[in-house]
Nanobody, 126 residues
């Protein structure tokens, strides 16, 4: 069974940091681009970052650029999202998704995703 599992969510104070993990089970992440999305109740899911499979090229939405960093550890079959300088407006459920196997680019288009995790909640509050 193919699964993506996010972890690392929780409560963090404004200005703090958190690292999210996206682990794959049943398939290898080596060949897939990975994207991170987030969603607040009542709003559309927002693509915030992605990393390609073979070149490691990355993309960040303006809302997180300079504060978040995406990386991958293929040996651990895991992709990470390091989140620094967190703000209350970063509060959301964060999802990872796999797409574009064997491609050289990545995307944050919702309809381009092949597999989704179930999400992890990050709450930024004092």
């Amino acid at each position: 069974q193919l699964q993506l599992v996010e972890s690392g969510g929780g409560l963090v104070e404004p200005g703090g940091s958190r690292r999210l993990s996206c682990a794959a089970f049943g398939f290898s992440l080596d060949y897939y681009a990975i994207a991170w999305f987030r969603q607040v109740p009542g709003k559309e899911r927002e693509g915030i970052s992605c990393i390609s499979s073979n070149t490691g090229s990355t993309y960040y939405a303006d809302s997180v650029k300079g504060r978040f960093t995406i990386s991958r550890d293929n040996a651990k079959n895991t992709v990470y999202l390091q989140m620094n300088s967190l703000k209350p407006e970063d509060t959301a459920v964060y999802y990872c998704s796999a797409h574009n196997p064997y491609g050289s680019s990545c995307s944050t288009r919702f309809d381009a995703m092949d597999y989704w995790g179930t999400g992890t909640l990050v709450t930024v509050s004092s």
